[in-house]
């Protein structure tokens, strides 16, 4: 928590609950005033303009892999939290796939630990089962006695079906959501790209987007018999869009859905040139995949936009494309992809990426606003018209693997405070 008084004066509040001319005054790491013309000059307040921009509580991701422990080559709290603040997050969810994996109460503590120095808000995700190896469940209420409110084997998705369905039961008795990466690992089996017209033309081996529609529907059953609160990550296939929709009108409200931007926004067709920054799992599908997502998103049956931010080292991507980890930064690029890509208005943008998926995480604390004096003081002010080109040179994130390198893209964060500290002024990290 931040001592110091910030004014943030000239922009346009928008949050869950409507949008409105106003400054925000900050102090003592709390909103203490949201008014328009408060006061200015006052010694002693930082004023950040925010003229033009559009003031909003902090993004929040449910999707992020930070790499501690184990890959800090890749990727550290500290570097990864910074990356998150110049993406105008103020929370994020850190993926368990880490090296230990985090299935104990120990790692969790661990990552708990390094937290607390971070550039916003961090909270572990724990695995399911023991080592991610989808054999035996992991201890959840362990880690639930922590603060873990959401469970994922991510990088891969929990094949035994029986042990999925007693998780989602355990999980339901904790409170607790269970996030599941959808794909099939038999029908996934040697692909390293979306099965179709570009995996032959390319004589690349395909993973068949039916690897994740069959988990897809398998766990919305599962969904249906338990109760529990599932969550489907990173949906990437017109098919999966179509069972949630179908599953949300037929009465099943305990299950939400994520997209990223680079499903979003890319087509497998970005393989042409056999980059492997272009690999990810699931992977890059077809021109009408991203418009049944885009369409999901419009629609409701797709909750929130998560990043599932993957940093790799140069070692781990510079091989041949099946040889190379899958996955992308995202953190920094986000919300610019989402503002220029998805022709939706900044307010269902930010729905989409704030509230929506701090109520999806049990955030509390301010997390996704609204800004009402009294609340925790994590905001963002995005500048809407702010035109910028993505250098990989230029992340703060220790990695360099994005698939937007030279895009141009329209709409940058230009302050993020988190607890009252402006963790980002300008469009620079303060550390
Ligand atoms: O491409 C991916 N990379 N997909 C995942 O689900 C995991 C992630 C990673 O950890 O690198």
């Known amino acids: 928590m ?114 607390r120095t971070a550039c916003c808000s961090v909270q572990p995700a724990g695995c399911i089962t023991v080592g991610r190896q989808g054999k035996v469940l992991a201890p959840m209420a362990e880690m639930a006695g922590l603060g873990v409110r959401l469970f994922t084997d991510d990088g891969h998705g929990v094949q035994d079906p029986s042990l999925m369905r007693r998780a989602l039961e355990y999980a339901s008795s904790l409170g607790v959501v269970v996030a599941q990466h959808c794909e099939d690992d038999a029908l996934a089996a040697g692909g390293c790209m979306n099965e179709g017209e570009w995996s032959s033309r390319l004589g690349l081996p395909g993973r068949s987007s039916l690897a994740e529609e069959v988990m897809v529907e398998r766990d919305l059953a599962l969904a249906r018999l338990t109760g529990a609160r599932l969550h489907l990550m990173h949906l990437s296939s017109a098919a999966a869009v179509a069972a949630v929709r179908r599953a949300k009108a037929a009465g099943l409200a305990n299950v939400s859905a994520e997209a990223t931007p680079h499903h979003l926004s890319l087509t497998d067709e970005a393989l042409a040139g056999y980059d492997p920054v272009f690999k990810v799992n699931p992977p890059l599908r077809a021109r009408a995949d991203v418009e049944a997502l885009r369409q999901g998103l419009a629609d409701g049956t797709i909750d929130v936009i998560a990043t599932d931010h993957a940093p790799h080292s140069p070692e781990a991507k510079q091989v041949t494309m099946c040889e190379a980890a899958p996955g992308m930064v995202g953190l920094e690029t986000a919300l610019a992809v989402a503002l220029t890509d998805l022709a939706l208005p900044i307010a269902d943008v930010l729905a989409l990426m704030s509230w929506r998926p701090a109520r999806l995480a049990g955030l509390g604390d301010g997390q996704g606003g609204p800004l009402v004096p009294g609340a925790p003081a994590h905001l963002c002010v995005v500048d809407p018209a702010r035109g910028w080109v993505v250098d990989p040179a230029k992340l703060a994130s220790k990695s360099r693997n994005t698939p937007f390198a030279g895009r141009r893209l329209q709409g940058r964060v230009r302050h993020t405070l988190y607890a009252g500290e402006p963790v980002v002024i300008g469009e620079e990290a303060q550390r």
Do not use: K, W
């Open 2 to 115: 931040s001592e110091r008084r910030v004014l943030v004066h000239g922009g346009t509040v928008v949050d869950a609950t409507g949008a409105r001319r106003a400054d925000v005054l900050v102090a003592g790491g709390v909103i203490a005033e949201v008014g328009p013309h408060l006061e200015r000059g006052r010694r002693g307040t930082l004023a950040l303009d925010a003229e033009g921009c559009v003031v909003a509580p902090g993004l929040v991701d449910v999707h992020t892999h930070l790499r501690e422990p184990g890959g800090e080559e890749a990727e550290t709290l500290e570097s990864g939290s910074r990356a998150a603040a110049l993406g105008g997050f103020t929370a994020v969810v850190a993926m368990p796939n880490t090296e230990p994996p985090a299935d104990s109460a120990e790692v969790v503590r661990y990552v708990l630990e390094r937290a």
